[in-house]
Nanobody
Framework: VQLVESGGGLVQPGGSLRLSCAVS????????MSWYRQAPGKERELVAG????????NYADSVKGRFTISRDNGKNTVYLQMNSLKPEDTAVYYC????????????WGQGTQVTVSS
């Protein structure tokens, strides 16, 4: 099983980044997917989630209206479009696979660093 995030980097405040998480090793279309982030000295927090079919999304209040989660089940990839970035968005961003059953395990990616700074 692999979840490989990409697209992180350094961006100025007000800028945009698009994160990708390419998945292999399990049936992607059956899993809900989420993006989490963890800033230094803080707990990991949920940023956005999307259901297996992509019909329902949810967002943390801090990113509503600025971030958009989406997925392409044909490409086994989930995305996070981040606009109007703020310094407080600086964190390591992780993708997470939410299993369809409690009998199945979840999966995490290795994380990608996003730094918002002038």
């Amino acid at each position: 099983v692999q979840l490989v995030e990409s697209g992180g980097g350094l961006v100025q405040p007000g800028g945009s980044l698009r994160l990708s998480c390419a998945v292999s090793g399990f049936t992607f279309r059956r899993y809900g997917m989420s993006w989490y982030r963890q800033a230094p000295g803080k707990e990991r927090e949920l940023v956005a989630g999307i259901t297996s079919g992509g019909g329902t999304t949810n967002y943390a209040d801090s990113v509503k209206g600025r971030f958009t989660i989406s997925r392409d089940n044909g490409k086994n990839t989930v995305y996070l479009q981040m606009n109007s970035l703020k310094p407080e968005d600086t964190a390591v961003y992780y993708c997470h696979a939410d299993p369809p059953s409690r009998l199945m395990r979840d999966y995490w990616g290795q994380g990608t660093q996003v730094t918002v700074s002038s």
